[in-house]
């Protein structure tokens, strides 16, 4: 039997990985770091914060992501997240969209140490619309095809706020239909 080098596959995955404890970056792959445009030197110790468009998504994200944790141990969405410096060809401070998913090491303290996985859904293309905070959570929940009260209760706010959100988003992607909404989200 081979033995297998499982620090090689970590830094060689696919896709961006990140080792955290108490949501701050412990070690993190060559993916991570080309789709971030920084290295794991300007990562390793850093909080996921560096990471989200502002301070209040990842305050809001990581309050949302808890009990999810606590009950299943696992976590995914699709959200906003900012580039942090301008190797590899990207933009510091640029926006695109991504899949993040991960898996609480203890699930009764969920940020204690968890495993995450980060994947580029704009294939290295911007997000071009400027959105509020608010319209990048709506637009997440729309991504995952929730419906406008499904995405009211998971944002804690009316269906109603939901839809006037979904109509402004609509309205700046010049999107007809919401599966067309979609799709330029997903492209950028």
Same mark, same amino acid.
């Given at each position: 039997?081979?033995?297998i080098?499982?620090?090689?596959a970590?830094?060689q995955?696919? +896709?961006?990985m990140?080792?955290?404890?108490?949501?701050?970056?412990?070690?993190?792959n060559?993916r991570?770091?080309?789709?971030?445009g920084?290295?794991?030197?300007?990562?390793?110790?850093?909080?996921?914060? +560096?990471l989200?468009?502002?301070?209040a998504e990842?305050e809001r994200?990581g309050?949302?992501?808890?009990?999810?944790?606590?009950a299943?141990?696992?976590?995914?969405?699709n959200?906003?997240?900012?580039?942090?410096?301008?190797?590899?060809?990207?933009?510091?401070?640029?926006?695109?969209?991504?899949?993040?998913s991960?898996?609480a090491?203890?699930?009764?303290?969920?940020?204690e140490?968890?495993?995450?996985?980060?994947?580029?859904?704009?294939?290295?293309?911007?997000?071009?619309?400027?959105?509020?905070?608010?319209?990048?959570?709506?637009?997440?929940?729309?991504?995952?095809?929730?419906?406008?009260?499904?995405i009211?209760?998971?944002?804690g706010?009316?269906?109603?706020?939901v839809e006037?959100?979904?109509?402004?988003?609509m309205?700046k992607y010049a999107?007809?239909?919401?599966a067309?909404?979609?799709q330029?989200l997903?492209?950028g």
């Amino acid at each position: 039997m081979h033995s297998i080098d499982y620090r090689l596959a970590f830094e060689q995955a696919p +896709v961006g990985m990140v080792l955290s404890r108490h949501r701050i970056i412990i070690d993190c792959n060559a993916r991570l770091c080309e789709m971030f445009g920084t290295t794991p030197d300007e990562l390793i110790g850093e909080s996921f914060r +560096v990471l989200y468009p502002s301070v209040a998504e990842f305050e809001r994200i990581g309050k949302r992501m808890e009990p999810i944790l606590n009950a299943s141990g696992r976590y995914a969405d699709n959200r906003m997240m900012r580039r942090v410096g301008s190797l590899h060809g990207v933009f510091a401070g640029e926006t695109f969209w991504c899949h993040v998913s991960g898996q609480a090491l203890n699930r009764a303290a969920p940020h204690e140490a968890g495993i995450w996985t980060f994947e580029d859904l704009g294939s290295r293309r911007s997000a071009k619309a400027e959105l509020t905070p608010r319209e990048r959570e709506v637009a997440a929940q729309v991504m995952q095809g929730s419906t406008s009260k499904e995405i009211g209760k998971a944002l804690g706010i009316s269906h109603r706020t939901v839809e006037i959100h979904r109509a402004r988003l609509m309205r700046k992607y010049a999107a007809a239909t919401t599966a067309e909404l979609v799709q330029k989200l997903i492209a950028g």
